[in-house]
């Protein structure tokens, strides 16, 4: 059987890596065959290689947004855009492309997105709908490249009020029975959200890790990186001689993410 062949437009490293694995996981036929991390070597490899037959494609790379790859290249091709922007530009992806996936990107949502791609490409008549409708598209989202999709500052609870509180001052979130969230001052707050899985789908991935369950971590607030039979054991500066576990399946990620 011929492989499918996949390119993964995306700035982040590690997030590539993982929707790779969970691609492949799903569809073992399906072949990665290009990172391309930035707008200027997405457009440099598009031009010297056949389009693959399906293209992930982040919006915002971190020397401009990937629509201007199709202003540069004649390239046709199913896209399935991957964004962290809000619902009303969300619902403007569904209709000018095979589909979306929300970062972080969950399995399903994957699983859902490959079959309506199938079942897309086995249409006798197959329009790109990107060609036409990408000007439309741009100007509905009111797109403004320089600004940042993650989320600038968090309401936590102090007494019986909401504050809040900027994310360059967050040296942690963790869960225990509540999410709390320490600063590098060394307070500590109770967060409005309730999950971390919420929290971690706001926050920057340069910035922030999810080490355990239990913990989101800054990059600033790692002090150290011990190995253990576990996997490794990180020691943070806020709170105070705290140790955290990370799996054996995390210590590579950790490890690529400090040391980009």
Known sequence: ????????????KLVAKALARK??????????????????????????????????LDIQLSDGVSFEIFEKVNLQTDVIFTTAYNEYALQAFKLHSIDYLLKPINQEDLRFAIEKWKNWRNQPEKVNLLTDNLQNLLAQMAFKSEKSPYKERFLVHYKNTLVPIEVKQIA??????????QTFEGQNFISEHQTLDEIEALLDPKLFFRANRQYIVHIQNINSIRNTYKGAEISLFSPKN??????REKVNLLKEWLSR
Do not use: G, R
């Not at 996981?25 to 693959?52: G, I, K, M, T, Y």
């Not at 705290?242 to 799996?247: A, F, G, I, P, R």
């Open 23 to 56: 691609i492949q996981d799903l569809e073992p036929d399906f072949e990665v065959v290009a990172f391309l991390h930035s707008l200027s070597q997405a457009v440099e490899w598009f031009l010297q290689n056949p389009a693959p037959d399906l293209l992930f």
């Open 1 to 12: 059987m011929k492989k499918v062949s996949v390119v993964i437009v995306e700035d982040e």
């Open 172 to 181: 942690c979130f963790y869960k225990q029975e509540l999410i709390f969230v």
């Open 242 to 247: 705290t140790l955290l576990d990370v799996s």
